[in-house]
């Protein structure tokens, strides 16, 4: 994953460092040429190595379309900007790199918020560039006009609205900066159509000066040796990892710490992928649908070193119940982080990476490894064995999706990248699939967007066209966003999906099962009783491959006769039974001490143990 050197943090960036930022090659000096804003702004692309971008044209923003169209800038033609928008996510999440979206203006432009608070959750580098009515016009309702710049203002790590066609190298420079370095998050630049049109002339590299602006990189050589201090005097610590790690490129840092020091590790849905699912330090993932070891070591624990993660509620449970007994070490480089959920009492500003290799450089002189903590791994131990991920076989004879899950991922492989929906089929491709490397699973985490898969799939394989990418969707996500399909279909973007159709929104209905009595009030879609839509007819009609899978016996023909198609996008309709449930639980709002290993089963922590 491409990562900024210490320089881009400095709050005057140089052009070099803000094209090291981006995954650009070395800037190149061009000459005061003659152009129009648009040109500009395509010609600052192409200088800060942007290799596509993912939009739709409209008016305000098509002057820009005019010099994409000579532009060695490949453009795709998505056909909702929303899809745009998770592309562009999907794009820099397996890559590393900043994802590029375009839309115009009003409609074009408030379709891209979605996908941009997406981004801000999860932190991922995007640059939004959007159209804007021309100047005279802002401001009096002019056609197809909005704010999309006080709109966002909330859900971008910073925006721009773009004065003079002068201002455009510098600004998109500023963008692609500030969106790669520090926390990553998105970043809107909105273009008045005028300032696209008005003559101008294009030089780089820019001159950038953003005062104020200085992510602290280095920890405090204090907090890191009071932070060694407190993992020497444990005696439950747990490494509670979050995707800070991923994104600060600090995974094999992490490694090196959890296996010098013995403690283990628990990766949050956003972090998969950071510690090996293999390792046997690894107790898997902590929250509400995460695996009881994980859940109880959180708990249990008397210190969490937290390292890239926020306390989100997801993972805490009932805040005032959660980790009752523990000290907390907290590194995040974005200092908002630290306290906002969960006091710190040793806070520690700074990039993971670094944070973890001067973690192991202060406890190298101390560790002792797993020996050290015996009898808190005799107890971790012992609950792996007695509560295992697993599931029951539907007694209706009906497919179970978890069955489908665990063979895609044991047929496809630990290479590939795997992208999901959210609802119950994010859960169990989180459970049931085996992440060993860093940027192989994505999903929307923060923001829970459904819709998010097929799209974030077409721009992960945009970005490694050499690696399976496959789309775990549900039904309901589904038919938010398959219209993405036809692109990758035209594009030669040969994604496959594998659809979990239950014929409900999953999540939804699991809820009502559990909290409503069983009133299923507008669950069900549908799919299972009328077969509307059909999925393997509606993938054939969007250029893709359609197949169904209806029973355990065709499961593995089915996926691996999808493996052998790679010119076209593939689409398997897994038709499963409705009433498979996420399991463990624990219920929103709840303790973590409250989670249920199965409907009315609950684990018997032993606290004579401790």
Same mark, same amino acid.
């Given at each position: 994953?491409?990562?900024?050197? %210490?320089?881009?943090?400095?709050? &005057?960036?140089?052009? *070099?460092?803000?094209?090291?930022?981006?995954?650009?090659?070395?800037?190149?000096?061009?000459?005061?040429?003659?152009?129009?804003?648009?040109?500009?702004?395509?010609?600052?692309?192409?200088?800060?190595?942007?290799?596509?971008?993912?939009?739709?044209?409209?008016?305000?923003?098509?002057?820009?379309?005019?010099?994409?169209?000579?532009?060695?800038?490949?453009?795709?033609?998505? &056909?909702?900007?929303?899809?745009?928008?998770?592309?562009?996510?999907?794009?820099?999440?397996?890559?590393?790199?900043?994802?590029?979206?375009?839309?115009?203006?009003?409609?074009?432009?408030?379709?891209?918020?979605?996908?941009?608070?997406?981004?801000?959750?999860?932190?991922? %580098?995007?640059? *939004?560039?959007?159209?804007?009515?021309?100047?005279?016009?802002?401001?009096?309702?002019? +056609?197809?006009?909005?704010?999309?710049?006080?709109?966002?203002?909330?859900?971008?790590?910073?925006? =721009?609205?773009?004065?003079?066609?002068?201002?455009?190298?510098?600004? $998109?420079?500023?963008?692609?900066?500030?969106?790669?370095?520090? &926390?990553?998050?998105?970043?809107?630049?909105?273009?008045?159509?005028?300032?696209?049109?008005?003559?101008?002339?294009?030089?780089?590299?820019?001159?950038?000066?953003?005062?104020?602006?200085?992510?602290?990189?280095?920890?405090?050589?204090?907090?890191?040796?009071?932070?060694?201090?407190?993992?020497?005097?444990?005696?439950?610590?747990?490494?509670?990892?979050?995707?800070?790690?991923?994104?600060?490129?600090?995974?094999?840092?992490?490694?090196?710490?959890?296996?010098?020091?013995?403690?283990?590790?628990?990766?949050?849905?956003?972090?998969?992928?950071?510690?090996?699912?293999?390792?046997?330090?690894?107790?898997?993932?902590?929250?509400?649908?995460?695996?009881?070891?994980?859940?109880?070591?959180?708990?249990?624990?008397?210190?969490?070193?937290?390292?890239?993660?926020? !306390?989100?509620?997801?993972?805490?449970?009932?805040?005032?119940? !959660?980790?009752? @007994?523990?000290?907390?070490?907290?590194?995040?480089?974005?200092?908002?982080?630290?306290?906002?959920?969960?006091?710190?009492?040793?806070?520690?500003?700074?990039?993971?990476?670094?944070?973890?290799?001067?973690?192991?450089?202060?406890?190298?002189?101390?560790?002792?490894?797993?020996?050290?903590?015996? %009898?808190?791994? *005799?107890? $971790?131990?012992?609950? &792996?064995?007695?509560?295992?991920?697993?599931?029951?076989?539907?007694?209706?004879?009906?497919?179970?999706?978890?069955?489908?899950?665990?063979? $895609?991922?044991?047929?496809?492989?630990?290479?590939?990248?795997?992208?999901?929906?959210?609802?119950?089929?994010?859960?169990?491709?989180?459970? !049931?699939?085996?992440?060993?490397?860093?940027?192989?699973?994505?999903?929307?985490?923060?923001?829970?967007?459904?819709?998010?898969?097929?799209? *974030?799939?077409?721009?992960?394989?945009?970005?490694?066209?050499?690696?399976?990418?496959?789309?775990?969707?549900?039904?309901?996500?589904?038919?938010?966003? /398959?219209?993405? $399909?036809?692109?990758?279909?035209?594009?030669?973007?040969?994604?496959?999906?594998?659809?979990?159709? /239950?014929? /409900?929104?999953?999540?939804?209905?699991?809820?009502?099962?559990? =909290?409503?009595?069983?009133?299923?009030?507008?669950?069900?879609?549908?799919?299972?009783?009328?077969?509307? %839509?059909?999925?393997?007819?509606?993938?054939?009609?969007?250029?893709?491959?359609?197949?169904?899978?209806?029973?355990?016996?065709?499961? @593995?023909?089915?996926?691996?006769?999808?493996?052998?198609?790679?010119?076209?996008?593939?689409?398997?309709? +897994?038709?499963?039974?409705?009433?498979?449930?996420?399991?463990?639980?624990?219920?929103?709002?709840?303790?973590?001490?409250?989670?249920?290993?199965?409907? @009315?089963?609950?684990?018997? +922590?032993?606290?004579? @143990?401790?």
């Amino acid at each position: 994953m491409t990562r900024p050197t %210490p320089e881009t943090l400095a709050h &005057r960036a140089t052009p *070099a460092t803000v094209a090291a930022a981006a995954g650009a090659p070395a800037v190149t000096a061009v000459s005061p040429t003659p152009t129009s804003g648009a040109g500009s702004l395509v010609r600052s692309l192409e200088a800060l190595g942007v290799d596509v971008a993912f939009g739709i044209p409209g008016g305000a923003i098509l002057p820009a379309y005019d010099p994409l169209y000579d532009s060695k800038v490949r453009h795709i033609l998505v &056909r909702h900007e929303q899809g745009a928008g998770h592309a562009a996510t999907g794009y820099a999440q397996a890559t590393g790199k900043v994802g590029v979206c375009f839309a115009t203006s009003g409609p074009g432009a408030t379709n891209l918020v979605t996908p941009i608070a997406d981004a801000y959750m999860d932190s991922v %580098p995007i640059v *939004a560039i959007t159209g804007q009515v021309p100047r005279p016009a802002i401001g009096t309702d002019a +056609f197809q006009e909005a704010d999309i710049q006080g709109i966002t203002l909330p859900i971008t790590k910073h925006n =721009f609205l773009v004065q003079t066609a002068e201002e455009i190298p510098r600004i $998109l420079a500023e963008a692609f900066h500030l969106a790669s370095t520090g &926390r990553p998050g998105p970043v809107l630049v909105d273009i008045p159509k005028d300032v696209l049109q008005a003559q101008t002339t294009f030089s780089w590299p820019p001159t950038l000066d953003l005062p104020g602006y200085r992510p602290t990189l280095h920890p405090h050589g204090k907090q890191i040796r009071e932070a060694a201090r407190l993992i020497a005097a444990a005696k439950r610590p747990v490494l509670y990892v979050g995707g800070g790690v991923l994104k600060a490129g600090a995974t094999d840092g992490l490694r090196k710490l959890a296996e010098l020091t013995g403690i283990p590790v628990v990766t949050t849905l956003m972090a998969l992928g950071a510690f090996p699912d293999s390792h046997p330090q690894h107790l898997g993932m902590p929250g509400m649908h995460g695996t009881v070891p994980a859940v109880y070591a959180l708990q249990k624990a008397d210190l969490l070193v937290t390292l890239g993660a926020r !306390f989100d509620d997801r993972v805490t449970g009932k805040l005032d119940s !959660f980790a009752p @007994d523990a000290k907390v070490v907290h590194a995040d480089i974005d200092p908002a982080e630290i306290g906002k959920n969960r006091h710190a009492d040793v806070p520690i500003v700074g990039d993971a990476r670094h944070v973890i290799d001067e973690l192991i450089a202060a406890v190298s002189g101390t560790a002792a490894g797993a020996s050290a903590y015996e %009898p808190w791994w *005799a107890l $971790l131990n012992d609950l &792996r064995k007695r509560y295992p991920l697993g599931y029951d076989e539907p007694t209706d004879g009906t497919l179970a999706p978890q069955y489908v899950i665990e063979r $895609l991922g044991e047929l496809v492989g630990p290479d590939a990248i795997y992208v999901a929906g959210v609802g119950q089929h994010q859960m169990w491709a989180s459970q !049931f699939i085996k992440y060993e490397k860093p940027a192989t699973w994505l999903n929307s985490g923060g923001a829970g967007t459904m819709g998010y898969a097929v799209p *974030a799939a077409m721009g992960a394989k945009v970005g490694k066209p050499e690696l399976q990418v496959w789309a775990v969707d549900g039904d309901g996500c589904f038919q938010m966003t /398959n219209q993405e $399909l036809a692109t990758c279909a035209l594009e030669g973007i040969p994604i496959k999906v594998a659809l979990i159709n /239950n014929g /409900n929104l999953g999540m939804v209905r699991q809820w009502q099962t559990l =909290f409503y009595e069983g009133r299923y009030s507008n669950t069900e879609l549908g799919t299972h009783k009328h077969r509307i %839509p059909d999925f393997v007819k509606l993938a054939e009609a969007l250029g893709c491959v359609g197949l169904r899978c209806e029973t355990k016996a065709e499961v @593995d023909a089915t996926i691996k006769a999808a493996m052998e198609i790679d010119d076209r996008p593939v689409v398997i309709d +897994f038709t499963v039974g409705k009433d498979a449930m996420v399991w463990p639980m624990v219920a929103a709002g709840t303790s973590n001490d409250e989670i249920m290993f199965a409907r @009315d089963v609950r684990p018997n +922590f032993d606290e004579d @143990d401790l």
